[in-house]
C-alpha cells in the first residue's frame, strides 16, 4: 500500500527551473511494507499529478488488459501509455461510458462535433478504427467496440473490478522512483533500510523543489519514472552500506552510481552521509537533463522546457534558421573539425537546401545527389560521437531516414532510443510519425501527429509543420474523406506561397477543380516548373515510404492537375516507377 504525503519544498533556482518543468505536483510515496519479500511486486500506485500524468487507480475503469482514466485523456495497455486525440477521446467517452448499448453515427457525430469541422460518416469510421488500433482491438472479433452494420457502433467489454488490473509503467508517473533492495528478510534490517530511504527521499524532494513526484516501491518492476534509484543494502559487520544507482528508467543507462557508508545499526544520526548520497543524486538527475537537451545550438543558459521547445522548433522541416546559418557552421566546422553537434547542425543546413528550395525551381538531380552523399557520409561519422546525446540521435535519425538510403531501421532506433530520453516533449513526434509511415502503419503515425498537434503552441509554427505532414500521412493511407476534418494546413500565414499553392493542390482530388490560390502559380510554372514540382514532392514526401501505393496515394492529385495543364510530360519517368503509376493520370 501506498500512501500520499504533500511536502512544502523550497526550491534550489537553477535546478528547479528545469527539474520542476517536468511533472507538476510534489507528490511523495511512502511503501508501508518493509520487507520486498512482504510486498506484492505488483505494487499499485494510488497517486496522480496534477497534469494526470498518474492514473488514480480507484477511479480508473479496467477492461481487460486496458485501464482507461475516467477522463479518457489516456489509457495504458501492456505497460504501455496511449493518449488519445479530442475526437477519439469524445467517442470514448460516450461509447464505454454507455456499455451494450447501440451508439448511432448521428450520435458519435453529435459528440464530435465540438472537436472536429466538416466531419461526416466516413471521419466516425476512422476515428473507431483508430481507437481500436490503439486499444489494441479487432473489428472481425471485437473485444471493445462492435459494429452494428449500417446503424452505428456498441461498446461490448465488461468493465473489471479495479483489484484485478494489472498495473503497468504508466501507473506510477513521477522523476524519480526510489527502490531498496535488503539481501534476507531481516526486520531490523528493513526497518533501517526504510528510515535511511525516508530520509534520502525527503532530502531529494528538499533539493529539486515543487513540481516533482518522488516514489519509494518495494520493485523496480512496473515503473514509470523518468529515472529510478536502486540502493542495495549490505552488511559489512557491524557496519549498513550500500550501492545506489541511479539509471534512465527506459534506457536502462545508468548515470550514476555511488557507494554508501551508513554506519552501525545503533547511529542515531545518519543525516551526513545521507545528504551526501541525495546530493549526488541531484546533481546527476540535474546533469543528466541538461545533457538531454544539449545541441543544435539551442541556449544552455535556458529552463529545460525552453531548450526542448527550441529543439523541437529547429528539428521541424519548414524552419529557414538553418538555411540563414550556412556561412557561420561552415566556418565552426573548419575551426572545429571534431564536433559531432556542429557537423549535423551543418548537415541540417544541407537539408534545409533541399526542402526548402523553390518548387517550381528545383535543383538539378546531380546536385541533390552530392548534398545527399554529404549528408549520409556525415551523419554516419557521427553516430559513435552522439550516443549520450537525444537531440543528436533525433537529428541523425530525421536525416537518415529523409536521404533514403537503406537506413530506415537505423533510423528508427535512433529515435526510439531518443524518443525513451525526450518522452515528455514533442521533439521526437514527427520523426516518429514518419517512420511509422514509412512502414505503412497509418494508424500510429497519426497518433504521433495528432500528439504533436495537440503539444504544439496555437499557430506556432511546429503546429504547422505537423499538420502538413499529418494531410501527407492521410493521403499516403488513401483516406481522403479523413482529410476533408483537418484544417487547411496551407492557409497558415507560416506557410510560404509555394508551400501553400503545393499542399492546397496535393489535397485537392484529382476529378476536382484545381484550386483558385494555386491556378495562377501552376500555370505561371510552365512545363519546366511542373516537371521540377513534382520531382520535388517525390525527392521529399513519397519516396520515403516503402509502398509505391502510399507514394501513389500521395501523388496522383498533384499529378492530375498538373498533366491536365501542362500535358503528361512533365511526369519524370523515374516517378512513375516508383508509383506505379502509369501517365496520362
Not at 518493509?34 to 510486498?39: D, F, L, T, V
Not at 462492435?146 to 483489484?163: D, F, H
Request: glycine letters at 6%.
Amino acid at each position: 500500500m501506498q500512501i500520499t504525503t504533500h511536502f512544502e519544498t523550497h526550491p534550489k533556482a537553477a535546478l528547479a527551473s528545469d527539474l520542476s518543468a517536468t511533472i507538476a505536483g510534489v507528490h511523495v510515496i511512502r511503501l508501508q511494507d518493509r520487507c520486498a519479500e512482504e510486498s506484492s511486486a505488483s505494487c499499485v500506485n494510488t497517486t496522480s499529478t496534477a497534469e494526470g500524468f498518474g492514473m488514480l487507480q480507484s477511479d480508473a475503469l479496467v477492461f481487460g488488459d486496458v485501464v482507461l482514466d475516467r477522463s479518457c485523456l489516456f489509457a495504458h495497455r501492456d505497460g504501455k501509455q496511449i493518449r488519445f486525440t479530442r475526437s477519439e477521446r469524445a467517442l470514448l467517452l460516450m461509447l464505454s461510458r454507455q456499455p451494450h448499448s447501440l451508439m448511432r453515427r448521428s450520435q458519435l457525430l453529435d459528440a464530435i462535433a465540438s472537436t472536429d469541422s466538416d466531419i461526416s460518416d466516413r471521419n466516425v469510421d476512422f476515428l473507431i478504427n483508430r481507437l481500436r488500433a490503439k486499444l489494441g482491438d479487432s473489428a472481425r472479433s471485437p473485444r471493445f467496440i462492435a459494429t452494428q452494420y449500417g446503424e452505428g457502433y456498441i461498446w461490448i467489454a465488461a468493465r473489471s473490478p479495479v483489484a484485478a488490473a494489472k498495473p503497468d509503467r504508466g501507473t506510477a508517473s513521477g522523476i524519480l522512483a526510489i527502490v531498496p533492495v535488503v539481501p534476507r528478510p531481516d526486520t531490523r534490517l528493513a526497518e533501517q533500510a526504510e528510515a535511511i530511504i525516508g530520509q534520502m527521499r525527503d532530502r531529494i524532494v528538499s533539493t529539486i523543489g515543487p513540481g516533482q513526484a518522488v516514489i519509494i516501491m518495494a520493485s523496480e518492476e512496473d515503473i514509470a519514472t523518468r529515472y529510478l534509484l536502486e540502493v542495495r543494502y549490505q552488511e559489512s559487520g557491524a557496519n549498513l552500506c550500500g550501492i545506489a544507482t541511479l539509471r534512465e528508467v527506459q534506457s536502462r543507462r545508468i548515470i550514476r552510481a555511488l557507494r554508501v557508508e551508513f554506519g552501525g545499526f545503533g547511529t542515531t544520526s545518519l543525516t551526513p552521509e545521507i545528504e551526501r548520497a541525495a546530493n549526488d543524486v541531484v546533481e546527476a538527475l540535474q546533469r543528466n537533463l541538461a545533457e538531454a537537451s544539449e545541441g543544435l545550438g539551442t541556449p544552455a543558459d535556458q529552463p529545460l522546457e525552453i531548450r526542448f521547445r527550441k529543439a523541437t522548433t529547429l528539428l521541424s522541416a519548414s524552419n529557414p534558421e538553418w538555411l540563414e546559418k550556412g556561412l557561420q557552421l561552415r566556418e565552426a566546422r573548419e575551426q572545429n573539425p571534431a564536433s559531432a553537434d556542429i557537423a549535423l547542425q551543418w548537415c541540417l543546413h544541407l537539408f534545409a537546401r533541399l526542402v526548402l528550395a523553390n518548387p517550381f525551381i528545383g535543383i538539378s538531380r546531380g546536385e541533390r545527389d552530392d548534398l545527399e552523399s554529404e549528408i549520409e557520409a556525415t551523419v554516419l561519422e557521427c553516430l559513435p560521437l552522439i550516443e549520450s546525446n537525444p537531440l543528436l540521435m533525433l537529428a541523425a535519425a530525421k536525416l537518415l531516414y529523409f536521404v533514403d538510403r537503406g537506413h530506415l531501421e537505423l533510423a528508427e532506433d535512433l529515435a526510439e532510443r531518443a524518443f525513451a530520453r525526450t518522452a515528455d516533449f514533442a521533439a521526437a513526434l514527427p520523426i516518429l510519425g514518419q517512420i511509422r509511415q514509412a512502414h505503412g502503419d497509418f494508424p500510429a503515425a497519426l497518433a504521433f501527429f495528432d500528439r504533436g498537434i495537440e503539444m504544439a503552441d496555437a499557430g506556432s509554427e511546429f503546429e504547422t509543420h505537423m499538420r502538413v505532414i499529418k494531410c501527407i500521412a492521410l493521403l499516403a493511407a488513401g483516406d481522403r474523406e479523413a482529410l476533408k476534418a483537418e484544417p487547411t494546413a496551407y492557409e497558415s500565414p507560416h506557410s510560404p506561397l509555394a508551400l501553400r499553392v503545393m499542399v492546397a493542390v496535393l489535397v485537392t482530388p484529382p476529378g476536382d477543380a484545381t484550386p483558385q490560390v494555386a491556378m495562377d502559380v501552376l500555370v505561371a510554372a510552365g512545363p519546366d516548373g511542373a516537371r521540377n514540382a513534382i520531382e520535388f514532392t517525390y525527392m521529399t514526401s513519397a519516396r520515403q515510404l516503402t509502398s509505391p501505393e502510399a507514394r501513389a496515394n500521395i501523388l496522383q492529385g498533384l499529378l492530375a492537375h498538373l498533366t491536365r495543364l501542362h500535358g503528361a510530360d512533365v511526369i519524370p519517368p523515374f516517378v512513375l516507377t516508383g508509383t506505379g503509376l502509369k501517365a496520362p493520370i
